[in-house]
């Protein structure tokens, strides 16, 4: 009988596995630069897409009780850079103490992609609602802000918290500018001994509240404002210079607590418009960028504020808010043409536009 003989099975060389190289995350494409006279916003909600106004100031969750952090905010900022709308993030300080230092928040607000950043609100305001930072804490804050949203965007405005309401030319002003010098002092004997930072040289943000326009048409606090922090940053108020040096990230009108009557209908809507209008021409006028306060009607506790542009649903309010949609109007002159204007949010558009009010528009306003 013969003996099978086993065949080898030939051995296959090993295949080269083929190296599929990792899908490269793409690098985000940023809305460019703009001039100062350009930044024109409103300070508004995640949730709506205020038609035709270029810039929206949104807030961080450190600054109010909600979750527009992480994925939220970067997907939320995504979706208004893809409609042409840039976006002001305000990061407020979260602690006075040693927990404001935590880079952590920082770095997610920097990795959202915001095209300016203001670190701080209210910085030097204690209340209820406020978080009072000393000029030396605030000055480690906000080196540490400034270094983290520069790390993913070097080359975007950062603002210096804000300054409180005030009545230009009080002493109030003063004790600001006595913060801020107090504020320069820490940055170059401790956070960077030797140096020579100046908040003369960077961006302050301004908030300012009065009922600009009305009753009396000659009042104009925000004008004062800007003749004030002029002279102390030491800058021209023509050409377009204080924008470089000055934002405001609140512009809106009074009505408790300054003359005006919170129960009249009537006072309270006609101040609240003509303030818009008010502040917006002159902040125009002056190339100092700007932001209405508010996107939208709000409650603080248990008082209701009707100083938003929308209702608290975020509905159209007319421009008369006292009054029926429609019941008054404004023809505005336009480059693309006269356009009739019945409610506050078309109203802030065109302006930003430069489209320009009747002659007669107080008096269709107060009528």
């Known amino acids: 009988m013969k003996t099978p003989t086993h065949t080898p099975t030939p ?18 494409i940023y809305p460019p630069a703009v001039a100062p006279s350009a930044i024109l916003g409103v300070a508004g909600d995640p949730k709506i ?50 927990n404001l230092f935590q880079t952590a928040p920082l770095v997610d607000a920097a990795q959202s992609g915001p095209d300016a950043v203001q670190c701080g609100n209210e910085q030097m305001k204690s209340g209820a609602f406020n978080m009072y930072i000393t000029p030396s804490a605030f000055a ?11 790390t993913v965007r070097p080359d975007i405005p950062i603002i210096i918290g804000s300054l409180d309401p005030q009545i230009a030319g009080g002493s109030a002003s003063y004790d600001q500018v006595a913060y801020l ?52 940053i030491g800058v021209s ?22 003359g005006i ?30 932001f209405f306060f508010s996107g939208t009607d709000f409650y603080i506790g248990s008082s209701y504020w009707p100083i938003g542009i929308m209702t608290l649903t975020g509905h159209p309010k007319p421009i008369r808010q006292d009054l029926g949609m429609g019941a008054r109007t404004l023809t505005m002159s336009c480059a693309v ?30 009528s």
């Not at 051995?11 to 985000?28: D, F, H, Q, W």
């Not at 129960?263 to 960028?289: E, K």
Request: with cysteine; net charge neutral; hydrophobic share 35%.
């Open 237 to 258: 108020l023509n050409g377009g210079s204080l924008g470089k040096h000055l934002w405001v990230i609140e512009g809106t009108g009074c009505f408790k607590g300054c």
């Open 49 to 98: 897409n205020y038609a035709g106004i270029p810039w929206v100031r949104l807030s961080y969750s450190s600054c109010v009780q909600d979750n527009l952090n992480g994925s939220y905010l970067k997907n939320t900022i995504a979706a208004y850079h893809k409609e042409g709308v840039r976006v002001m993030l305000s990061v407020c300080q979260w602690s006075s103490g040693p």
């Open 181 to 232: 010098n107090e504020m320069q002092y820490a940055m170059n004997t401790q956070v960077h001994p030797g140096g020579n930072w100046s908040w003369r040289a960077q961006i302050v943000g301004l908030i300012d509240s009065w009922h600009n326009g009305y009753p009396d048409s000659s009042v104009n606090n925000l004008y004062a404002l800007f003749v004030f922090w002029a002279q102390q």
């Open 261 to 290: 009557d919170p129960y009249s209908g009537y006072q309270v809507a006609v101040s609240h418009v003509l303030a818009l209008i008010t502040d917006v021409r002159t902040a125009m006028g002056d190339a100092v960028p700007f």
């Open 140 to 150: 480690r804050f906000y080196d540490n802000c400034q270094r983290v949203m520069h």
């Open 11 to 28: 051995e296959l060389p090993t295949p080269t596995p083929t190296l599929v190289p990792p899908t490269p995350v793409p690098t985000p």
């Open 337 to 366: 043409g006269t356009r009739v204007v019945q409610d506050q949010e078309q109203l802030l558009m065109r302006l930003y536009m430069g489209c320009n009010l009747p002659s007669n528009y107080v008096g269709i306003l107060e």
